[in-house]
């Protein structure tokens, strides 16, 4: 091994049962400068953090951080640091030791976006923010989701203890 590298080990049995997955990096020692920064998760839902390192290897090992971010707006010079952004960014890395030798690289942390839930039914006149008002024997479906949501999405009316998109 030249550079830092990530092994990913998933086992999976004979009944086709897999593990968690398992992580390690191997920087080497005593090479070139060189760093690679990982996110984990590297994929978070809005509003979630993530935890951000440089593992900086090599080089003259006395390191100084230079981060920034794709869009702007974020930067640090810390080795690691937990980060909750609000869309897909990614994180500029620059590393530099003690010989003033640089070394550039990046990590995306993907942000999932989750669109806002409305349940006031279309044509219906709230008398209240989220409260409506129906007669005896109406019938009326709440619909939690949006046509674009992906088909795997999971919808779950807490108090109804109920899977579904609609609420009849």
Sequence with gaps: LVDPTLFTLVVTDDKQCESLSDQVLININGSTLSAFPLADPNTICKGD???????????????????????AGFTSNQPSFNVSPTVTTTYNL???DQFDNQYTNTVVVNVIQVDAIDLVPPGMNPIAPDTIVVCVRDSIILDAGHDSDPASTTYYWVTANKLDRYFK
């Design 49 to 71: 953090e993530t935890f951000v390192t440089a593992n900086a290897t090599g080089g003259g090992g006395e390191y100084t951080y230079e981060w920034t971010s794709t869009p």
């Design 94 to 96: 620059k590393v530099t």
